[in-house]
């Protein structure tokens, strides 16, 4: 498999990960959205990690990591605030 291939299965899984933590039932405490934090974290360090010679590619990618990183924090603020 290529970088590009399992960066994608990453993010997928991660996107799925976090709507299927979404139907689930609210808690204070939400692991899931932790997990994906974590997963996305680790995600944008391995692309930090890799040679940037990829056509503007990797740079997106991180771009778009971290929107999503903001993402899942915003969503577990919301859930903190107003999801009891």
Do not use: W
Not at 5 to 12: G, Y
Not at 74 to 81: A, L, Q
């Amino acid at each position: 498999m290529n970088k590009k291939t399992i960066l994608a299965s990453v993010i997928i899984s991660l996107l799925i990960g976090l709507m299927a933590g979404c139907a689930g039932p609210q808690f204070d405490h939400q692991p899931r959205m932790d997990a994906a934090l974590d997963e996305l974290r680790a995600a944008r360090q391995e692309l930090e990690r890799a040679a940037p010679n990829k056509g503007g590619h990797r740079e997106k990618a991180i771009e778009l990591i971290d929107r999503a990183i903001n993402q899942v924090k915003e969503g577990i603020e919301f859930g903190e605030r107003y999801v009891r």
